[in-house]
């Protein structure tokens, strides 16, 4: 079993800036990818962004040049760095990781509120 603890999130104005921090703990040998994933009240779980275990990044059209991701594989944390926020990047954000056989873990969710 793998555990994921988000830390990070709160309330800010648009245009600022907010850090979040996953770190995973438990069985978490074969770690394929982490990334974060948002849903908004009414609507769908979206993908943000996710890294690899190799450092392949991948980004949300409506986050790129935006949000960064990245990963320490030795402390098994994946943080995402977001700049420029929106009232359209308001959600609960969930922190996700792929292994290798295919199994899927999600943390517990963290609230990122922008206000305008």
């Known amino acids: 079993q793998v555990q994921l603890v988000e830390s990070g999130g709160g309330l800010v104005q648009a245009g600022g800036s907010l850090s979040l921090s996953c770190r995973a703990s438990?069985?978490?040998?074969?770690?394929?990818?982490m990334g974060w994933y948002r849903q908004a009240p009414g609507k769908q779980r979206e993908l943000v962004a996710t890294?690899?275990?190799?450092?392949?990044?991948n980004y949300a059209d409506s986050v790129k040049g935006r949000f960064t991701i990245s990963g320490d594989n030795a402390k098994n944390t994946v943080s995402l760095q977001m700049n420029s926020l929106k009232p359209e990047d308001t959600a609960v954000y969930y922190c996700?990781?792929?292994?290798?056989?295919?199994?899927?873990?999600w943390g517990q969710g963290t609230q990122v509120t922008v206000s305008s």
């Open positions: 996700r990781e792929t292994n290798v056989f295919g199994f899927v873990y």
């Open positions: 438990g069985n978490i040998y074969n770690i394929n990818a």
């Open positions: 890294i690899t275990s190799g450092g392949v990044t």
